[in-house]
């Protein structure tokens, strides 16, 4: 996640989970952050530059935080973008230059 304005967010959920475990093929990237300032603009520039993704569909969940749907390289994936309101326990961890949440915060957040 080179853009600096993804340098907040981690990979989380499933997803994150299939870069440990290798146990699935997934179509969707579920991003979080702690920070309460999130730069939607910037970020959907960047997703629409860099990764080829044009906004499908756009809403807030207030219960979620804000939500994306894009569709990228003529593909159907799902970006949840989110901002959490808690800190994460762990520091992020990297795997081939992804930032994601450790499987202690994966855990926490599946409850």
């Not at 959490?84 to 930032?99: N, V």
Request: with cysteine; net charge neutral; charged share 30%.
């Amino acid at each position: 996640m080179g853009a600096s304005a993804l340098n907040e967010f981690r990979l989380v959920g499933g997803t994150a989970l299939t870069l440990y475990l290798g146990h699935r093929i997934f179509d969707d990237v579920d991003l979080f952050t702690d920070n309460r300032e999130v730069p939607i603009l910037e970020l959907k520039s960047i997703l629409a530059k860099d990764y080829k993704c044009r906004i499908k569909d756009e809403y807030i969940d207030f219960l979620e935080g804000n939500c994306f749907g894009f569709s990228c390289n003529d593909k159907k994936i799902r970006y949840d973008i989110q901002i959490k309101s808690t800190k994460f326990i762990d520091p992020p961890q990297h795997i081939d230059g992804i930032r994601l949440a450790s499987l202690r915060d994966i855990a926490i957040s599946k409850l």
